[in-house]
C-alpha cells in the first residue's frame, strides 16, 4: 500500500463509457456530496493515473520520490489503494508528470486501434496503405496518427470544423487534414488518397459521419474501426450491408489482455512517445475534485486543446 503525495488523472471525454454502462469507477473515500456523486456515476470513465510515492515500503516501486503510472486499478482516487504490480509502470524521470498521467490509456487504446486497423487492410494490400482517421485532433487521434505515420501509412485527419482543421495543422503538421463541416469534404479526402483504395478507417465520433466514412472505403474489402461514440447519435450503418463493409469496435480492454511481452515493449514505445517534441500530450486544465463539474463541462468545451485533468494535490482552488 502507498500513500500518494500527487495525483493526476484524465477526466476523461469518455462520456459514451459510462452510457454504455461500461468501466468501473474509481469512487473511493472521496467525500463527494450527494449530487457530486451521480455526477461522477454518470460523466467519468476509467482513468489512468500518475502517484507520487510519499511513504510505504521500500522496494522497487515503493521508494518514497519515485513517480509511477498505474492502470487500471480500481478504486484509484482512494486515499490509500492497492493496486496490482501489473498495473504499475515507472516513470522515468524525464517523463512529465502532465505526461504521464495520460500515457498508457491513450496509447494503450491507438495501439489496440492501429493492430484491428492492420488485421483489416487485406494481406496484399499493405504497402502504400491509406486510413481515414475521424477526430483527429483528440488525444487519442493524435496518437494514432503519429503510430501510423512512423509506420508508413498515410492518413487522411478528418476533424469538424475548419477551424479544428487550422489549429490541428499548425500545431501537427504533416497528414492532411479536412473539415467535415466544409463542403466538398469527401471529394478532398478521397482525392488525397491519390487513387489508392482506402480500405479502414479509425472512427471515434459515430453517427452521421460513420455513413459518411463508410461511402469512401473500399467496397467488399472496407473496414471501420470505431472506439467511441463522440457525436453521440446512434450511428448511420445504412451502407455497410450493401457495400458488404465491416464494423469493428475496439476497447482498452483489449489491451490488458495482450501477452505480457507485448503490453512491456507497447509500454517503453509510450515512454518514448512522451519525449517526442511533437505536441502529442497536451493539457488543457488541470481542476482539484471539488470542481468536478467545472472539470467536465471544460471536457465538452468546442475547441479544448488537450486533457482535462484532476489534480488531487489540490483539495480546492482555481483550474490552472
Ligand atoms: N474504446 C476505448 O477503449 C477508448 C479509450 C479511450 C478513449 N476512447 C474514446 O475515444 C474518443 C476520443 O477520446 P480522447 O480522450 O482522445 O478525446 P479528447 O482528447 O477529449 O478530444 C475529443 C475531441 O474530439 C472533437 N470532437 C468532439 N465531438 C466531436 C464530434 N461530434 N465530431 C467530431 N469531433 C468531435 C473535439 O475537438 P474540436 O472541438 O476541436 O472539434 C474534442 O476536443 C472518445 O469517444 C473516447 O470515448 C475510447
Not at 282 to 291: G, K, L, N, W
Amino acid at each position: 500500500m502507498q500513500r500518494r503525495a500527487l495525483l493526476l488523472s484524465p477526466v476523461m471525454s469518455t462520456l459514451d463509457f459510462v452510457e454504455l454502462r461500461r468501466g468501473y469507477l474509481p469512487l473511493g473515500a472521496w467525500p463527494l456530496e450527494a449530487p457530486m456523486r451521480r455526477i461522477v456515476h454518470h460523466r467519468l470513465g476509467q482513468p489512468s493515473e500518475l502517484l507520487r510515492v510519499e511513504e510505504g515500503p521500500s522496494g522497487p516501486l515503493g521508494r518514497p520520490g519515485l513517480r509511477v503510472a498505474f492502470f487500471p486499478a480500481p478504486g484509484s482516487w482512494r486515499d490509500e489503494v492497492l493496486v496490482p504490480a501489473e498495473s504499475v509502470t515507472l516513470l522515468p524521470d524525464a517523463v512529465p508528470d502532465e505526461i504521464g498521467s495520460q500515457l498508457l490509456i491513450n496509447t494503450g487504446t491507438a495501439l489496440t486501434a492501429v493492430r484491428t486497423a492492420h488485421e483489416a487492410v487485406p494481406a496484399d494490400s499493405r504497402a502504400d496503405v491509406v486510413v481515414l482517421l475521424t477526430a483527429a485532433g483528440s488525444a487519442v487521434g493524435r496518437l494514432l496518427d503519429k503510430l501510423l505515420t512512423d509506420r508508413g501509412v498515410k492518413v487522411i485527419r478528418l476533424v469538424r470544423s475548419e477551424a479544428g482543421a487550422d489549429r490541428l495543422a499548425a500545431r501537427l503538421p504533416g497528414s492532411p487534414v479536412f473539415s467535415t463541416d466544409a463542403t466538398g469534404w469527401k471529394e478532398r479526402a478521397r482525392a488525397a488518397a491519390n487513387e489508392a483504395k482506402i480500405h479502414v478507417a479509425i472512427d471515434s465520433v459515430g453517427g452521421a459521419l460513420l455513413g459518411d466514412v463508410a461511402d469512401l472505403l473500399a467496397e467488399g474489402t472496407g473496414t471501420v474501426v470505431n472506439f467511441g461514440t463522440l457525436g453521440g447519435e446512434a450511428s448511420d450503418v445504412r451502407l455497410f450491408a450493401p457495400r458488404a463493409l465491416t464494423l469493428k469496435g475496439v476497447f482498452l480492454g483489449q489491451w490488458m489482455r495482450q501477452p505480457a511481452e507485448v503490453r512491456k515493449a507497447d509500454i517503453a514505445l509510450a515512454q518514448r512517445l512522451a519525449l517526442v517534441p511533437q505536441p502529442l500530450f497536451e493539457v488543457a486544465a488541470r481542476y482539484p475534485p471539488s470542481r468536478i463539474g467545472d472539470a467536465v463541462a471544460h471536457v465538452g468545451r468546442p475547441g479544448r486543446s488537450g486533457m482535462v485533468l484532476f489534480d488531487f494535490s489540490t483539495a480546492r482552488g482555481a483550474a490552472r
